[in-house]
């Protein structure tokens, strides 16, 4: 039995069994999955949700994992949410389970939750923001979703959240590889990890041009930071907090942040539309209606066009 | 202006640039789609639909010219739709324009039409009916419908086809090939092409092994030949239209050309439903209910798939 309220109530006291169990119902098609999300919507919405994403190799986890110490140490509760294969957080694991963030495996403020349920009904850009929202009605005050800049689906995802960071490592083409995947337009803040290395400079300046960040802008305009950091030591990751806050503060200023989140809900709704619409139709596979609009239209006496309408109406009761 | 009844009375009286317009008006999204196919409708369902799909190389477009000729020289009408990046017939050719199929291009009983319009709305699976279907209204008796069978979208056009044309040639792995892409399992009949080289009953014992056609089968079932071609010189064509003809008529016999045409017309009208209500919702982005659904979401006060619910029934009124 699920008693959902109960689970509810238990994430928001900060027990991470909930949390998992909570996430599990809602990133799978399970029958609860529309009363979880009904008990959470008046609980979320605290949560500031920053997105990292980065090709494989410019060290996203050790970031990740950086940011997670420094935003602990301002007391905040912090939820991440790997969208990565090459990540070592994936695998299913949450906090207390097969978590390799040593740093944080014993913290209770922390909950880390990884994701690589790729081609699961709608994909990654149906399940992460359901899985964000359990964090964020968790109770989590920052939401890390940590994704690889390479597939659409991931890019999506980042571009989803309230800011974006953009990571970045010398010495790797990433300035033309992300162009490619474009990414470079989604980020927020970008930064130049494993800047102890030949090349960190030449990489900023490359970004700096590329951005046009040396241009005007319009006053009031953002104009996204790069930040230098070397993660694996904790180098330039106050900065990066510091870009963020600013970044939100921005946000929340110009109501930036209130227009994204909209903009955020409004294509999850379409997410989830477009997909109960497809497996409604998906439905009708043998069911005696379709095959009788086929046999219509074998014998000549219907169009497929005028099939798929009546299909359509007779679907939705209209 | 498009006057559709005109262009369908003389498409029907064989003018090519008549079926060119149709087709152009069909796999796009012309405003005259719904129109043509609605006049197609009672005009389709004559001919013989063939699909022929292998991996690159195997000589699908000089197999397809030979069948060309062959069902010529029996007085037929035929129509060939090439859904083959890497045909000779490729880039948007039609009889009389661009078309390199060089035996056919004077022959007013013969329609060549390419298609590579990937990612156009519902790609490849949405408009190769809509082209068959013209090239059938139009009064061909047989459509040759050539594809690349390395593509899901491809494979699948393939089996659309009322009798499939696997292709296969001498040394070139593609036992192992087809049998990753899954064409071997839609295979009707099987050509070994290039059978002059090396390795061609080889080739053929292979098949015959992997599709277990030396196993005993049910009486009455259909036991699919493999047919050895050279089909530049036209050598074993005769014997593939032999083995076309005595599959339809063992389709006939036993109705199971009528359900796959019903199969086929389903699908179709699931592709098209499918299509319509992704646009449909799409159409809304920016619009004043996706938006308030969005505030109230982001409010707390709905959660998305209520909000999608809401947005499904004032979608499709009911």
Redesign the interface.
Known sequence: MVDVPQLVAQAREGRPRAVARLISLVEGASPH??EV??A??????GAYVVGLTGSPGVGKSTTTSALVSAYRRMGRRVGVLAVDPSSPFSGGALLGDRVRMSDHASDPGVYIRSMATRGHLGGLAWAA??AIRVLDAAGCDVVLVETVGVGQSEVEIASQADTSVVLLAPGMGDGIQAAKAGILEIGDVYVVNKADRDGADATARELNHMLGLGEARAPGDWRPPIVKTVAARGEGVDEVVEALEKHRAWMEERSVL?AR???R??R???T???T???SR??D??GDQR??A???R?????????????T???G????
């Open positions: 999955l529309r999300m009904a959470l919507a008046p609980l979320a919405g923001p359901q209130a989140r909209r903009a809900a409004a999850e709704v379409e989830i539309a477009v109960a619409l497809r139709i998906e009708l596979r379709l095959s609009l086929a046999e239209i074998v014998a000549g006496e219907l169009d497929p066009y005028a099939a798929a309408d299909l359509v109406s679907l939705t009761g209209s």
